[in-house]
């Protein structure tokens, strides 16, 4: 797979480049004018954006000729109205810029494996959004139409533990309501994720929303 990592700044572009080339072929943009270049030149299927490079009308050309490319955006001072913005432009990623290096190649693997990545405090507004019936707040997340049909494997405890989650409850928050250890709430989500088969937070409470 090729990553393509845009930013001005050199100290980012090589935390990035260091951070994903022993598992990705990576390619690197330091000016828009190289960047939409080698968009054209190269068969890219992710973009890492800096979003300190980029202004939001730059994001929003990308993300509407982005072709099958998906687009991860960055941020220097994350905040969540930005990363739902992002969203809703077509990005299917928003983290900071300075993440570890390891969350950043498990971003990246999940992008694309098809889910929508953001970090927690986002991904707790957008369910809280769910929650509220603000429609996911208009992101795109897997196919849920057979909600009922995956609901229905769910013990009592798990679809409680999934309701919970629903309403943008973290682990250690799920504990405490139902007064076990946070380890076991993990364990009950493993399995919710594989009998609903679901692979995060977000689309779980989706398919909650469904059902």
């Known amino acids: 797979m090729a990553i393509l990592i845009y930013s001005e700044n050199s100290s980012v572009r090589e935390k990035w ?7 990705w072929q990576v390619y690197q943009a330091s000016t828009a004018k190289e960047l939409f ?22 994001l929003q050309e990308l993300c509407a000729q982005k072709g099958g490319c998906k687009i991860f955006a960055l941020s220097d001072r994350p905040d969540d109205g930005e990363g739902l ?21 498990s971003a990246i ?6 889910l ?3 970090g927690n405090s986002l991904m707790q ?4 959004g769910l929650a509220a019936g603000a429609g996911g707040h208009d992101v795109k997340e897997p196919d849920v139409q057979q909600a009922p049909a995956a609901l229905a494997n769910l013990s009592n405890r ?3 533990i999934a309701g919970l989650v629903t309403e943008g409850l973290q682990n250690s928050e799920i504990a405490q309501r139902m007064d076990i250890s946070e380890r076991t709430v993990k364990a009950h989500l493993s399995s ?5 088969q679901t692979k995060g937070r977000l689309s779980l409470a989706l398919l909650m929303r469904k059902g």
Request: glycine share 8%; aromatic share 10%.
């Open 17 to 23: 480049f260091s951070a994903l080339k022993d598992q």
């Open 37 to 58: 270049v080698l968009m054209k030149r190269l068969p890219i299927e992710t973009l890492l954006v800096h979003l300190g490079a980029i202004s939001t009308g730059g």
């Open 85 to 105: 913005s992002c969203l809703q432009l077509g990005c299917v990623g928003y983290a900071n810029t300075y993440i570890a290096p390891a969350r950043l190649n």
């Open 109 to 114: 693997e999940a992008v694309e494996s098809g």
């Open 116 to 118: 929508v990545w953001v």
């Open 125 to 128: 507004y957008l369910i809280k």
């Open 158 to 160: 798990e679809y409680e």
């Open 192 to 196: 919710i994720y594989t009998k609903t």
